[in-house]
């Protein structure tokens, strides 16, 4: 492929950010309920909100890729993208099998949203820890369906088993990190400074983990992409991976200065103003390095044979 997208390929770019969106909502959304959670009403339908509309965002991204591969395939324009027997038989290879778990995923997670939604509304007393436990393996189960599908997709469907579980691995975890901002932002206006304080100092301590998951699956995949160290300077797919990894560790560097500057010093409501325009920053970095992941998976491949 041309490192400059076609019309076909840009649009189908932007599909994969609104998949990538989607798994991040439901990565993220459910985590924090599971974890950060005040168990309140409000804070449920908030969160189980935000998770419905990204699996909505993440499915319609799902159809439309389908459809824009059709296209491609048929070189017809707009017409093209629906030849319903061009579709069936795109549906029996890899893309239908990366589509059918896709979709899967998203439908068992707009299903739960809608019928816990009920759930809250017909509900006359505080959820107990039943609602939560299965709300979260739910949506852990979709997430582990949706997460799989990127084995199948792209350069990793090609290599051995143990980068194709990196790849689940680092869907996952990146999708759990970054999930989380958008409801972890939403808690800095919060009045309980004390539960505030709490949550973000756990969030702190188990991003640890994540990273060291991240970085782990991250060098799996990338010492099976690339043939030498030389491909990472020498070659489109090598320089957009440390154009991913610089916007990283920027993210990280942000995430460091909450955890170190902006956390423990948590008091007022100015403190958490000061916290909330610092996770605003986050979002806006990881928003990129989706987007540049999305080029990464679409436009730009190994410089190797696959």
């Not at 489109?236 to 942000?254: D, E, Q, T, W």
Request: charged share 10%.
């Amino acid at each position: 492929m041309s490192s400059i997208p076609t019309s076909w390929e840009l649009a189908s770019l932007v599909c994969k950010f609104l998949v990538y969106i989607g798994v991040a909502s439901v990565a993220g959304g459910s985590y924090c309920l599971w974890q950060f959670s005040d168990h309140s009403k409000a804070t449920l339908h908030r969160n189980l909100s935000y998770i419905f509309i990204g699996s909505l965002i993440g499915f319609q991204g799902v159809v439309a890729n389908f459809l824009i591969q059709i296209g491609l395939i048929n070189d017809n324009g707009l017409v093209g993208m629906f030849d319903w027997g061009m579709g069936s038989l795109l549906l029996g290879v890899q893309l239908g099998a990366v589509t059918f778990y896709r979709l899967t995923g998203f439908v068992i997670v707009l299903l739960s949203c809608l019928f816990f939604f009920r759930r809250i509304a017909h509900s006359t007393r505080a959820l107990d820890q039943n609602f939560y436990r299965a709300l979260i393996a739910i949506h852990f189960f979709a997430l582990l369906v949706i997460s799989s599908s990127f084995r199948l997709a792209g350069h990793v469907s090609v290599l051995s088993i143990v980068p194709q579980i990196g790849i689940v691995i680092h869907v996952t975890v990146f999708a759990l990190w970054i999930g989380s901002l958008y409801p972890l932002y939403k808690m800095t206006e919060s009045r309980d400074m004390k539960f505030l304080q709490l949550c973000m100092k756990r969030f702190g301590n188990y991003a640890i983990g994540i990273l060291i998951l991240l970085g782990i699956s991250g060098l799996i995949m990338i010492l099976e992409l690339l043939e030498s160290p030389s491909e990472l300077f020498t070659s489109p797919y090598g320089r957009a991976f440390l154009s991913k990894l610089s916007l990283v560790v920027i993210l990280v560097s942000i995430a460091a200065a909450n955890k170190l500057i902006f956390v423990p010093v948590i008091a007022t409501e100015t403190d958490s103003r000061k916290l909330a325009s610092s996770i605003r920053w986050e979002m806006l970095v990881a928003s990129v390095i989706l987007l540049v992941t999305s080029y990464f998976s679409t436009i730009v491949g190994p410089a190797g044979p696959m």
